[in-house]
């Protein structure tokens, strides 16, 4: 069974940076879907960003101009570049898979994989 692994959270000042990665285990799919969510306390899970197999890209408004995803193919890992990060940014982030047939969303029920979570802290 694919797992989902991210890594790369942590605490960081307002305008700071962080790459949040997600190690793809198992995989064996040529065709997918990958996303990042973050879910902060009371509120809901937001979609962040997503990226297909064939390079397409979709971005959160909130997020456009500040936050870079990409799929490293040959280590089969998915990363999330994170610039000028703001307090509102502070949130559990995820990272989701579609594998097979997929849809470029960023909304959270069309992805069937999901990591545990890695902490964003951004303080003020």
């Known amino acids: 069974q694919v797992q989902l692994v991210e890594s790369g959270g942590g605490s960081v000042q307002s305008g700071g940076s962080l790459i949040l990665s997600c190690a793809v285990s198992a995989y064996t799919y040529s065709t997918y879907c990958m996303g990042w969510f973050r879910q902060a306390p009371g509120k809901d899970r937001e979609g962040v960003a997503a990226i297909t197999s064939t390079g397409s890209i979709r971005y959160a408004d909130f997020v456009k101009g500040r936050f870079t995803i990409s799929y490293d193919n040959a280590k089969n890992t998915l990363h999330l570049q994170m610039n000028n990060l703001k307090p509102e940014d502070t949130a559990v982030y995820y990272c989701?898979?579609?594998?097979?047939?997929?849809?470029?969303?960023?909304?959270?029920?069309?992805?069937?994989?999901w990591g545990q979570g890695t902490q964003v802290t951004v303080s003020s």
């Open positions: 989701a898979a579609q594998f097979g047939g997929y849809y470029l969303t960023l909304a959270a029920l069309r992805y069937q994989q």
